[in-house]
């Protein structure tokens, strides 16, 4: 997919519609913003109870870096979302804000950020981050798709809650951030185990979910619970994120 093919209003209503979670929706969220860019990664933020959570993610980095500026509470990503303001990097080496996150993010080998605002001061308000290798990755084509999308995922997102009671899709956005949880962990074992990166960990997991006919996320608990004797309780997949 290119900016030439971005999805119209219609087709993102259609994912929303397709899909049976909020996870699902925002997953397919990330995958389409991937593919309308030259970015290496693409991430969902949303904050929940006042603590941001990556729900989604495609491609590499995001997940790390997203980590990184919720760990010092500052970043692109965050300030996307709390002041629902697009955030432009051109060239992390030339930024002087958010503290040792510029430098840490060039050591993961990304150069340029974007972050999108998604249902900006509402009290599921989220951001949509894309991070790329080269400098001044995203052109003004790019921008254009990429502002569109996250629009309509905005539209997406109210649409849900209106047709959703409000417990349900506050349960649902708890699954979201708990299976995310559940999966990093897995991933973690993976990566030990076979000592390769998470994107090949990950690969092998959703191989092996495909070929099981399991969801992703039941196998990541199977996983764990086979090593540590039993299932990861609810509190635990709080105190991991």
């Known amino acids: 997919m290119n900016a030439d093919a971005a999805p119209d209003g219609s087709q993102v209503t259609q994912w929303l519609l397709e899909t049976d979670s909020l996870e699902g929706f925002l997953q397919t969220l990330a995958e389409g913003a991937l593919a309308l860019s030259r970015a290496q990664g693409a991430g969902v933020t949303i904050e929940g109870d006042g603590e941001p959570m990556t729900v ?3 491609g590499v980095a995001a ?5 990184k500026q919720y ?5 692109p990503c965050l300030q996307s979302l709390r002041t629902g303001e697009e955030i432009h990097v ?7 804000r958010w503290g040792d996150y510029p430098a840490y993010a ?3 080998g990304i150069h340029s950020s974007l972050s999108l605002p998604i249902a900006a001061h509402t ?3 989220g951001a949509l ?16 798709a990429l502002r569109s999308l996250a629009a309509q995922a905005t539209g997406g997102i109210a649409l849900a809650q209106r047709i959703s009671h409000t417990q349900e899709f506050a349960e649902q956005l708890r699954t979201a ?3 995310r949880s559940v999966i990093d962990q897995a991933i973690g074992v993976i990566m030990g185990q076979r000592r390769c990166t998470a994107p090949e960990a990950f690969g092998v997991l959703r191989s092996a979910s495909q070929q099981r006919n399991v969801k992703l996320r039941d196998l990541c608990t199977e996983l764990i619970t086979n090593i540590s004797g039993r299932p990861p309780t609810t509190s635990e997949l709080r105190r991991s994120t």
């Open 71 to 75: 760990g010092q509470d500052d970043g």
């Open 177 to 179: 951030m708990e299976s």
């Open 129 to 144: 981050n894309l991070y790329a290798g080269p400098p001044r990755a995203f052109d003004d084509r790019d921008l254009g």
């Open 123 to 125: 009290r599921t308000a």
């Open 63 to 67: 997940t790390k870096l997203d980590e």
């Open 56 to 58: 989604a993610s495609a």
């Open 90 to 96: 051109g060239d992390m080496r030339e930024e002087t």
């Open 106 to 108: 060039v050591d993961c």
